[in-house]
């Protein structure tokens, strides 16, 4: 059974980080795309970053320089490290895995907030 469970969303000012964290099980782990996209209320869900199984990534417009992808293979773990967050970050973020453009799971998502 596939798992997906994100962790590290949270209440934040503007101008503050957060870490996301997604920890993945029933998949080998490498051999997947590991993505964050995101869902703010009344809007379509977005690709935010994604990392390639060899390494590669890529992030939506409006976070590059600012958020950061990252996995580490060994963990089953996939990182977004958000920087210099706005108002217009607030969101459910949620994790996904693809394999083979063909096999796509999700996580249950995480809050983050981002308000004064």
């Known amino acids: 059974q596939v798992q997906l469970v994100e962790s590290g969303g949270g209440l934040v000012q503007p101008g503050g980080s957060l870490r996301l964290s997604c920890a993945a099980s029933?998949?080998?782990?490498?051999?997947?795309?590991m993505g964050w996209y995101r869902q703010a209320p009344g809007k379509e869900r977005e690709l935010v970053a994604r990392s390639t199984s060899n390494g590669n990534t890529n992030y939506t417009g409006s976070v590059k320089g600012r958020f950061t992808i990252s996995r580490d293979n060994a963990k089953n773990t996939v990182y977004l490290q958000m920087n210099s967050l706005k108002p217009e970050d607030t969101a459910v973020y949620y994790c996904?895995?693809?394999?083979?453009?063909?096999?796509?799971?999700w996580g249950q998502g995480t809050q983050v907030t981002v308000s004064s």
């Open positions: 996904n895995a693809l394999f083979n453009a063909r096999y796509e799971y």
């Open positions: 029933g998949i080998i782990f490498s051999d997947n795309t």
